[in-house]
Each structure stands twice: as structure tokens, then as C-alpha cells.
């Protein structure tokens, strides 16, 4: 069965960096969408960022320039890079499989949070 498992959240310093990992299993992660989801407390859980089989990825404009996703195949790894982090990306960071094109989950890990102190 599908399987994803994040790591690498913690505590960090507002303008620290943060790299979380996603594990991946029972699915052919070259050949699917990836993305990165979090959700604040008392928030709607936000799409953050989406990579391609092929590689092209989208951002949302809150991390854009900030974030960056990447995927290692070898691995079955799906990570994201966070710089500049900021007390407002404070969150359960999740990853998931999603459909291409529109970014829409399939299959979510756990979680693993992420907390900014200012």
C-alpha cells in the first residue's frame, strides 16, 4: 500500500532553513506527482508545492523564492528545502501524492512540524 513518511521538521529561528524529507512506498514515485501541503493551527491545510515525473514544479506565492521541492528517484525521496523561514510557517508540513494538473491529494503522510519562534 502507499506509504509516505515525512521527517526533518522541528524548531527553528525566524530566517533559519529547514530541509524535510518524504519517504516513499508501494507506488511508483518516478511516475507521479509530488507535492508539499501544511496546515496551521486553526488554518485549511495550504498547497505549497507540486513536482512533475518529468521534473517542472509549481509554487505558491507564499513560498515561492523561498521554498524549493525536489525529488531524488534513487531514493524514493521527496524533499523540500525551506529558507527564510518565518514565524507565519509555523505548521504540520505533510507530503502527498497528488494528481497532476491540479494538485488535488490522493494519499498523505503523517505530518512533521515545522515551528518558527521569532
Known amino acids: 500500500q502507499v506509504q509516505l513518511v515525512e521527517s526533518g521538521g522541528g524548531s527553528v529561528q525566524a530566517g533559519g532553513s529547514l530541509r524535510l524529507s518524504c519517504a516513499a512506498s508501494?507506488?511508483?514515485?518516478?511516475?507521479?506527482?509530488m507535492g508539499w501541503f501544511r496546515q496551521a493551527a486553526g488554518k485549511q491545510r495550504e498547497w505549497l508545492s507540486s513536482?512533475?515525473?518529468?521534473?517542472?514544479?509549481n509554487y505558491a506565492g507564499s513560498v515561492k523564492g523561498r521554498f524549493t521541492i525536489s525529488q531524488d528517484n534513487a531514493k524514493n525521496t521527496l524533499y523540500l528545502q525551506m529558507n527564510s523561514l518565518q514565524p507565519d510557517d509555523t505548521a504540520l508540513y505533510y507530503c502527498a501524492l497528488v494528481v497532476c494538473g491540479n494538485n488535488e491529494p490522493r494519499y498523505w503522510g503523517q505530518g512533521t512540524q515545522v515551528t518558527v519562534s521569532s
Open positions: 508501494g507506488f511508483t514515485f518516478s511516475s507521479n506527482c
Open positions: 513536482i512533475t515525473p518529468s521534473g517542472p514544479t
